[in-house]
């Protein structure tokens, strides 16, 4: 059974930074390629980023891009999510997501964790 597990979320500032991480076991990270999503109270969930199973390729969001970075560590079943220059539209659920496909559809990724909050306020 495949579990994801994301960790990282909280509260901070406007212009502040976080870092998000996603725990994949019960299978090899590798064989999946890794979206990030984001849901807002009242809105539909968006890919927020994505990068492919060996992480050659990324895929943003233009509303992150130059602020947000992807990362993996497949020797350790892991994704990272950097988040800078944060702003209170950034507030929402972060979901790690697992898909066989290279996609910033949500039906395609078959495997999600719980998610975390992140709550940008003064």
């Known amino acids: 059974q495949v579990k994801v597990v994301e960790s990282g979320g909280g509260l901070v500032q406007p212009g502040g930074s976080l870092r998000l991480s996603c725990a994949v076991s019960g299978r090899t990270l590798s064989q999946y390629h890794v979206g990030w999503f984001r849901q807002a109270p009242g809105k539909e969930r968006e890919l927020v980023t994505a990068?492919?199973?060996?992480?050659?390729?990324?895929q943003y969001a233009e509303v992150v891009k130059g602020r947000f970075t992807i990362s993996r560590d497949n020797a350790n079943n892991t994704v990272a999510l950097q988040m800078s220059s944060l702003d209170v539209e950034d507030t929402a659920t972060y979901y790690c997501a697992l898909s066989g496909f290279f996609t910033v559809r949500p039906s395609y990724y078959v495997h999600w964790g719980q998610g975390t909050q992140v709550t940008v306020s003064s």
């Open positions: 990068i492919t199973s060996i992480g050659n390729m990324t």
